[in-house]
């Protein structure tokens, strides 16, 4: 499984952006997918993620009522609607599924907002 980010910039406070996961390989093996992200100086956190089917969803404190993770599962993409972004959330975000045996990650595409 293959995966690739897409989608980051450089926003202001307040903005919006919808980051995307391009898949490949061999899907049929994946069950949720989630979004992390890693700012500098700091450690790989959790963001959200979403089980089979756009079933349930999770999110991590600091993003919850902003961001909406979404998978299409017709296009093999998982999506990051980020909304009234906020400096704090600068950081190169990374893609992840997961599947019974493994877990694999995209490369990641970085997010800047300035106040």
């Known amino acids: 499984v293959q995966l690739v980010e897409s989608g980051g910039d450089s926003v202001q406070t307040g903005g919006s952006l919808r980051l995307s996961c391009a898949m490949s390989g061999d899907t049929s093996s994946i069950n949720g997918m989630r979004w992390y992200r890693e700012a500098p100086g700091k450690q790989r956190e959790f963001v959200a993620r979403i089980g089979t089917g756009s079933g349930t969803r999770n999110y991590a404190g600091p993003v919850k009522g902003r961001f909406t993770i979404i998978r299409d599962d017709s296009k093999n993409t998982l999506y990051l609607q980020m909304n009234n972004l906020k400096p704090e959330d600068t950081a190169t975000y990374y893609c992840?599924?997961?599947?019974?045996?493994?877990?694999?990650w995209g490369l990641g595409t970085q997010v800047t907002v300035s106040s």
């Open positions: 992840m599924a997961e599947s019974e045996d493994a877990w694999y």
